[in-house]
């Protein structure tokens, strides 16, 4: 698959609005305090954006738009897009403009950058480890608040896939919802009646009982929530490719390629997004 560099981009506007709420944060009313103290106006400035350790590039983006917001003029030249490999020390991107803006909005960036580098990374491994076998590694909504489209590009900068971005967009009748409708045919019944013929309907099942209950109402795709392996492997079987299989739960390094190669068509991690550590990256003034 070709990968384009606008894969790795998200609307303007959005990542504009993030970035602003994310400096006001920083500057409060009385803004840097420290540079406004030491550097003149007037004065420029050049830096090396560079990983400290080895991983995956995500937030470039987000990035330059922070230093774009405080200088308009600013030079961002990138050596390593979204989606790249990066070694520790290797130099990701150059900035250079006026001293002051790039002082003021280097944390900002920094913290878009390491933050989707991480989950970008973690993304890789995972896709690493199910190398070979059919199934896609995806993520959920396990996002941090305001920042879930930035956390999900990150995720397919690392060769995984998003899975829903919200309520909104499909429908995924879990427990609760099974509970709450009476059973898994009524639920499935009322999705049905009350959904457009572009919205696609997901179901989490945990039993072999509980999936040949599912596929007789028809869904698009299953959840095989922690299923043990000889069962999900079974529940695979069963499917015979007439549904899509997505496995959920106690997904980690060490699980992740067993539960590969029972077939299943995805695996969804919430750790992709919940429990990434941040790419530890830099910028150091020339």
Do not use: W
């Not at 917001?69 to 990138?78: G, H, I, R």
């Amino acid at each position: 698959m070709r990968v384009l560099a606008s894969d790795f981009r998200l609307p303007a506007v959005l990542v504009e609005k993030a970035v602003a709420v994310a400096l006001v944060e920083d500057l409060s009313e009385a803004g840097d305090i420290t540079t406004v103290a030491t550097v003149t106006p007037d004065a420029t400035a050049s830096g090396v954006i560079a990983a400290r350790m080895p991983g995956v590039v995500a937030g470039l983006q987000a990035a330059e738009a922070a230093f774009r917001a405080l200088d308009a003029n600013v030079s961002f030249e990138v050596f390593i897009p979204d989606g790249g490999n990066v070694e520790a020390y290797q130099k990701i991107a150059l900035v250079a403009g006026n001293a002051r803006a790039l002082l003021t909005a280097e944390r900002v960036a920094l913290n878009f950058l390491g933050h989707m580098s991480g989950i970008a990374t973690l993304t890789r491994s995972y896709v690493d480890k199910t190398s070979g076998t059919r199934a896609r590694i995806t993520d959920t909504r396990k996002t941090t608040p305001g920042l879930r489209a930035f956390e999900k590009l990150a995720v397919r900068s690392g060769g995984g896939l998003n899975h829903r971005f919200g309520l909104f967009d499909a429908i995924l009748i879990k427990d609760n919802h099974i509970i709450a409708a009476g059973s898994i045919g009524a639920a499935l019944d009322k999705a049905r009646e009350k959904t457009g013929h572009m919205v696609k309907v997901e179901i989490e099942i945990a039993t072999l009982e509980e999936l040949r209950e599912a596929l007789a109402h028809k869904p698009d795709a299953v959840l095989l929530d922690n299923m043990p392996l000889a069962m999900l492997k079974e529940a695979v079987a069963e499917v015979a490719g007439c549904v899509v299989t997505e496995a959920s739960g106690g997904v980690n390094l060490d699980t992740v390629r067993a539960i590969a190669e029972t077939g299943v068509d995805l695996i969804s991690v919430g750790a992709l997004t919940h429990s990434a550590a941040v790419l530890d990256i830099g910028l150091d003034f020339k």
